[in-house]
């Protein structure tokens, strides 16, 4: 089973076979094109296809090489875990994938951050369900656009500051972005428990692609699991092939 995540800013291609889940490109979304998709489809004939997308006109790049065979994760379908959203046709499907991953993998109440182009917080309650979250911008977001709307601020690049106390721009820059992101995250869980009544268990899963960078000093998450969404993904997919095959879900 082919599993694709199409994010803003980066897509990528695992492959799961034999109860373990491999990755095997990371390509920019916006190379995506029907010259590589081909290539892939060519490459796993036999293979099905769960697509999750939050880019919609590269769906085709896929739909039309894998006709047949491939299954896109909305909020449509059964996922195995309740919706408790106002309007899920709102929801993102890598969201619905963390989510489902959350709920079967580590539990529940649980949130899984993902620092991806935009970071995003989803919450499954103490039900299971999926009841909702945060977007924030992303880290690379916040310095890229300090960068385009000033004249004179250097567009830096991130990694763990030296101090608070910056000694020049560039580390003052990085410092605001870091430690600064870092306590939104840490306020911003607080906030979470507080909502969900405080439940004397609450499970953090950090994900995408600045996760460690950020969770390196902050004690309240408990795991990085940098191929959480490919996980749901997979979970998805199997319910959908079993179901369509009318053979029972085996977790």
């Not at 094109?33 to 896929?62: H, M, W």
């Not at 039309?64 to 929801?91: H, Q, T």
């Not at 000694?167 to 909502?195: C, D, F, N, Q, W």
């Not at 692609?209 to 490919?230: H, K, N």
Request: net charge negative.
């Amino acid at each position: 089973m082919i599993l694709v995540d199409v994010s803003n800013t980066v897509t990528k291609i695992g492959l799961f076979e034999d109860g373990k889940i491999s990755l095997l490109d990371k390509i920019p979304t916006s190379q995506i094109g029907f010259d590589f998709t081909e290539r892939v489809a060519q490459k796993f004939p036999l293979e099905d296809l769960i697509l999750c997308s939050v880019v919609p006109k590269n769906d085709l790049y896929f739909e039309w090489p894998f006709r047949g065979r491939i299954y896109k994760i909305d909020p449509s379908v059964p996922l195995g875990i309740p919706i408790d959203y106002p309007n899920p046709a709102e929801i993102g499907a890598d969201r619905l994938s963390n989510a489902v991953a959350l709920a079967f993998l580590y539990g529940y109440p649980a949130v899984a951050i993902d620092f991806g182009t935009a970071t995003t917080f989803d919450i499954v309650d103490q039900k299971g369900a999926f009841c909702g979250g945060i977007i924030a911008p992303g880290l690379n977001m916040m310095t890229t656009y300090l960068h385009e709307k000033t004249a004179l601020l250097p567009l830096v690049d991130l990694k763990e500051p030296l101090r608070i106390i910056a000694h020049s721009t560039e580390e003052a820059v990085r410092v605001g972005a870091v430690h600064g992101y870092r306590g939104m995250v840490k306020y911003l869980l607080e906030k979470i428990k507080e909502e969900l009544g405080f439940p004397q268990k609450f499970i953090v899963v950090a994900t995408g692609g600045q996760c460690r960078l950020v969770c390196s000093q902050l004690g309240s998450v408990e795991y990085i699991d940098e191929l959480l969404t490919l996980k749901g993904i997979r979970l998805i997919g199997e319910n959908l092939i079993k179901i369509q095959k009318k053979t029972p879900l085996l977790i």
